[in-house]
């Protein structure tokens, strides 16, 4: 079967692949789920790993099939799987465990071992092709009702550990009510995070470039959130207006600005960084300012990757809300479709489109 892959650490290599086809049998114990790939979504990390700046075949293979964000229906099952059955919708997690404590209570996004395993990223093949099999461990069902959404589970998986996790080491506050989120970026994490925070009844300021009225204003403003266009409004005259933010997170694939967003963090605040930044960009700070600041304001900086099991529940569980908050807002973000695993150059040129909010590939008809 068909597959669009790489050569990593070669630049531009996406070709088409022929690739075996998966069996049940691979995952033992009879927990095999055989997943039908019908939309699959990318993302600067497949432009990154294209790039040559990101990501490792499998050993013993020169290539890796890219694609981590997966949508398909369940083709069929081993005898043993409970969680889901043939005619489902469902989404798969995109890392695997390793060996560390973290990977062996199902918490592998927190793994404390160098070598991470992910699905189309980092030695795994992912699921930009026609068939995949996994352990039903790995598998999560998307409600029918939200198969409009398809390929944004897992970036929401992303964003809800994201915000989940800032919540979670806030518990060092004993009490704790964030009352204004800034968001950096409204690109797919940018927005969906404005989503989580707006669900959670914050005052969201999500900030990005482009002049208002646009694409991104709109889906922002119909999530009752505040779209701040940096070309327009600086952040600074927000923080007069609104004072710094209980909680910021940086989604805006710039080290730069993940790093500047210090300086807007109020007092006990949390500073969540999401993006995954394969360059070498070096940028300079006011180290001494932001130290002290740092310092005497308690504040604290939060790296966030991948996702498990739990965060792609709940992220779930968020979209089906923010559809029923904010009907048909979402599925504004899915913007630019590419018809069939063939057309890969199309995708790869899509992902450079700064007007592309997201790409997805349309593998197969239902
Ligand atoms: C993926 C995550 C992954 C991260 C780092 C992101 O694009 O969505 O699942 O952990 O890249 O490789
Ligand atoms: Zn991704």
């Known amino acids: 079967m068909k597959a669009i892959a790489v050569y990593p650490g070669q630049l531009n290599s996406v070709h088409l692949e022929e ?6 049998d691979q995952v033992p114990g009879g927990k095999g ?7 699959v979504g990318v993302d600067a990390t497949d432009r990154e790993i294209n790039d040559a700046l990101y990501g490792n ?19 069929a099952v081993g005898p043993e799987v409970r969680r889901v059955k043939p005619g489902d919708y469902v989404t798969a997690t ?14 592998c ?8 395993y992910e699905r189309g990223i980092n030695l795994l093949h992912g699921f930009l092709t026609e068939k995949f099999v996994e352990d039903e461990e790995y598998i999560v069902r998307v409600p029918q009702g939200l198969k409009h959404l398809h390929v944004l589970m897992e970036p929401m998986s ?21 009352r204004t989120a800034f968001v950096m970026g409204a690109g797919q994490i940018g927005l969906l995070a404005t989503l989580i925070l707006r669900l959670r009844g914050l005052d969201v300021y999500t900030f990005a470039r482009g002049a208002a009225p646009n694409l991104k204003s709109d889906i922002v403003t119909g999530m009752e959130a505040t779209y701040v266009s940096t070309s327009e409004r600086s952040v600074e005259e927000v923080v007069k207006e609104v004072g710094k933010a209980d909680l910021i997170v940086d989604a805006t694939g710039s080290s730069h600005v993940a790093m500047g967003s210090m300086q807007y963090l109020g007092l006990n605040g949390v500073l969540v960084w999401t993006s995954i930044t394969g ?5 300079s700070l006011e180290s ?3 130290n002290l600041e740092w310092v005497l304001g308690n504040k604290l900086l939060l790296g966030s990757v991948n996702a498990n099991r739990g965060h792609f529940e709940s992220g779930i569980r968020d979209l089906a809300l923010g559809e029923v908050m904010y009907p048909g807002v979402l599925c504004r973000i899915l913007t630019h479709p590419v018809d069939g695993l063939e057309n890969f150059q199309q995708m790869m040129e899509l992902l450079e489109d700064p007007s592309a909010l997201k790409v997805y590939v349309n593998v197969s008809d239902e």
Do not use: N
């Not at 050993?59 to 964000?69: A, F």
């Not at 995109?94 to 918490?107: A, K, L, M, N």
């Open 19 to 24: 690739i075996p086809e998966p069996t049940l």
């Open 109 to 116: 996004d927190m793994t404390s071992e160098e070598t991470y």
């Open 57 to 75: 075949a499998p050993p013993g293979d020169k290539h890796l099939v890219l694609g981590h964000e997966s949508f398909g229906v369940v083709e």
């Open 288 to 290: 001494d300012r932001i």
């Open 158 to 178: 992303c964003a809800a550990k994201a915000v989940e996790q800032a919540f979670e080491v806030q518990r060092r506050m004993r009490v704790w009510s964030p």
């Open 94 to 107: 995109v890392r695997r465990p390793g060996q560390s404590i973290y990977d062996q209570i199902g918490t």
């Open 279 to 283: 360059g070498e960009h070096s940028t």
């Open 33 to 39: 789920v055989l997943v039908r790939v019908l939309k």
